[in-house]
């Protein structure tokens, strides 16, 4: 009898001592569990829910952001048709061409809103679209349709709309299928296809009589300046002069 009270006080304390061990194995494990915000480690359980709420929002970009970010997008798309990602150039080039054919240069910041956004509509690579890679095809198509289009705006705006906005999967599929850049190919084929399907239908206008001019220095000089200004299809030494600025 004593021998099997003196082996069941043993199979208790042992059993005593496995719950403590398991029990602190338990705390501990609480203990760590925590999560890592920035640098800081803090208790889940013990986090406030006004921080957690501060940090998840500041995460995600207000819309007034967002609209700001898109707007910045098309700016670029501008500049970019002469190479220029920035803002600011992409304002000057849209302010030169207001001087010289406002229609156009309404027509061309259309054409790169259109194509930029049908591009983040459809899921188009972000930092493509942050460049305004997506945007110069379609500010090429606006001012395409405001130099060869209807003289009617409100077609030459459909035109703008409907070709600015073929122009974002058309960019897609050829950087996809290209290994080289596809630079104005979208606009070159987009223009193209346009111009043979409603082109005949305008009708032929009146031709303007061709005159012989003698070849003068400031004449030459000028033509240089409207070779860059016909870049964007405006006939405007001045306009080309601005759009040196931003390049310089």
Same mark, same amino acid.
């Given at each position: 009898?004593?021998?099997?009270?003196?082996?069941?006080?043993?199979?208790?304390?042992?059993?005593?001592?496995?719950?403590?061990?398991?029990?602190?194995?338990?705390?501990?494990?609480?203990?760590?569990?925590?999560?890592?915000?920035?640098?800081?480690?803090?208790?889940?359980?013990?986090?406030?829910?006004?921080?957690?709420?501060?940090?998840?929002?500041?995460?995600?970009?207000?819309?007034?952001?967002?609209?700001?970010?898109?707007?910045?997008?098309?700016?670029?798309?501008?500049?970019?048709?002469?190479?220029?990602?920035?803002?600011?150039?992409?304002?000057?080039?849209?302010?030169?061409?207001?001087?010289?054919?406002?229609?156009?240069?309404?027509?061309?910041?259309?054409?790169?809103?259109?194509?930029?956004?049908?591009?983040?509509?459809?899921?188009?690579?972000?930092?493509?679209?942050?460049?305004?890679?997506?945007?110069?095809?379609?500010?090429?198509?606006?001012? !395409?349709? /405001?130099?060869?289009?209807? =003289?009617?705006? +409100?077609?030459?705006?459909?035109?703008? @709309? #409907? &070709?600015?906005?073929?122009?974002?999967?058309?960019?897609?599929?050829?950087?996809?299928?290209?290994?080289?850049?596809?630079?104005?190919?979208?606009?070159?084929?987009?223009?193209?296809?346009?111009?043979?399907?409603?082109?005949?239908?305008?009708?032929?206008?009146?031709? !303007?009589? /061709?005159?012989?001019?003698? =070849?003068?220095? +400031?004449?030459?000089?000028?033509?240089? @300046? #409207? &070779?860059?200004?016909?870049?964007?299809?405006?006939?405007?030494?001045?306009?080309?002069?601005?759009?040196?600025?931003?390049?310089?």
């Amino acid at each position: 009898m004593r021998l099997l009270w003196r082996s069941a006080g043993v199979v208790s304390s042992r059993g005593r001592r496995q719950r403590r061990a398991a029990d602190s194995i338990f705390r501990r494990s609480e203990k760590s569990d925590t999560t890592t915000t920035g640098r800081v480690g803090v208790d889940v359980r013990t986090f406030p829910c006004e921080f957690r709420a501060a940090w998840l929002s500041s995460s995600v970009p207000s819309p007034n952001e967002e609209k700001n970010h898109h707007l910045d997008s098309c700016a670029r798309g501008v500049g970019q048709i002469i190479f220029l990602n920035s803002v600011e150039g992409g304002g000057f080039v849209l302010i030169s061409l207001a001087i010289g054919d406002p229609l156009l240069a309404t027509l061309a910041g259309c054409g790169s809103f259109f194509s930029t956004t049908t591009a983040r509509l459809f899921g188009g690579d972000e930092e493509m679209i942050r460049s305004g890679l997506y945007g110069y095809n379609g500010a090429l198509i606006g001012c !395409a349709a /405001s130099a060869f289009g209807s =003289a009617y705006v +409100p077609y030459a705006a459909l035109a703008t @709309f #409907v &070709g600015a906005c073929a122009t974002a999967p058309l960019t897609h599929v050829l950087g996809k299928s290209l290994s080289t850049p596809q630079f104005t190919w979208v606009f070159n084929a987009v223009t193209l296809a346009s111009l043979l399907s409603t082109r005949p239908l305008l009708g032929s206008g009146a031709s !303007a009589e /061709s005159t012989d001019i003698i =070849a003068t220095t +400031p004449i030459v000089l000028e033509s240089s @300046f #409207v &070779g860059v200004s016909q870049i964007f299809l405006v006939d405007s030494p001045v306009i080309a002069r601005l759009k040196g600025f931003p390049l310089g």
